[in-house]
DNA sequence: ATATTATCTTAACATAGATTAAGAGTATTT
DNA sequence: AAATACTCTTAATCTATGTTAAGATAATAT
């Protein structure tokens, strides 16, 4: 069952109690969500912290020419949310869309409040999780204000290659802040060294 | 005493009952910082948590060429670490150098720990603070990949409009991802207009 | 199976931003 | 108060990246 998932993912930080993992399971809804499909929309406020059992899914915003900008990809065991719209109830400026068909775990905010209230374990895994995740977003800033567009894309293959393969360039192209066809520049000039 | 500031500063989010105040103030060291003065170098294990109670940091890598790339201020009321050395134990790449004159309260690992475990309380409290600087993050990450050096450049003064007036624009280019000419070049636009 | 839509590539041209260099103005240090 | 070290600006030139357009291939939907 999926939810067994989700609980060895928080093995990985402080392992849950009987009570805490019925607690949990008690308030988690499970989603088929099929390809192309979105569980947020920009101007929806995001109601829901989506942990990810199979499948793929990109966080993106879309600019006044309609380009996207893809903020995050997530896939197996990791979460997404446009966590700014989920604390404030302010509507997004994100869409979250499925890129390959996939199965989630969604927790409702008065859900997930009355985790953390009840059972601090939970502070503590998501704090990790958070600390994680931002260690990550740091770097990638690094990345932004310092590498060229050919650095940056070296490191996305190197730091996942797993991704790299189930995503078509165009989307790698607007993850890194690029144009698919200086990409494709890029991809040329590699492998003639 | 400095520890109140640190105090009411927990204030914002759950406050601190007495017997936590006291054994955070127990596991805090206070320290001034001398303009210039650097709390973390390259190579070296980030070891502290560092709680700013007056004065300006940046948080910055230096390049091959040996060009500076800030990626955080911190100013009063704010925090300050290199987290991923400091939850690995790896040495950083960073710098951390005080900007201004300042007044800090730092905090070890081991004690950072120690209240995480006793007290559910700072890991809440530490969820929520590093939750709002991954929302911030996110929107520096959106920034980057879809704006101008323009627009990163006037979105900066929006959001740090006091910030502005202590730093010198040669640190505002380096944050923003772009060379002291061209941040030159880019306010002599605007005021054109 | 066909039609449609997305992806990838290439090339010519345009532009944002980097580099180099130099000079003037401000702070900081001695 | 002088000397030194930063900061800011301007301009010429260079380079990385964007734009437009078009054709070829591959994937998806009907």
Redesign the interface.
Known sequence: MTLNKLISHFDKYLPLSSKEKEELGDRITEKKIRRRQFILSKYEVCRFYTFIISGLFKMY?V?KNG?E???QFASENEWISD??SF?SDKPSRLYIEAIEPSVVLQIEKSNLLYL?THF?KF??N??VI??N???E??????Q???STAEERYQTFLEQYPQLSNRLPNTQIA????ITPEFLSKIRNNISKK
Do not use: M, Q, W
Request: proline share 3%; net charge neutral.
């Open positions: 915003a600019d380009t900008h893809i903020l966590i700014g604390h953390y601090p502070d503590r998501f704090r958070i600390e995740k931002y260690i977003l740091e770097n990638r800033v690094l932004n204000i310092s607007s993850y890194i802040g």
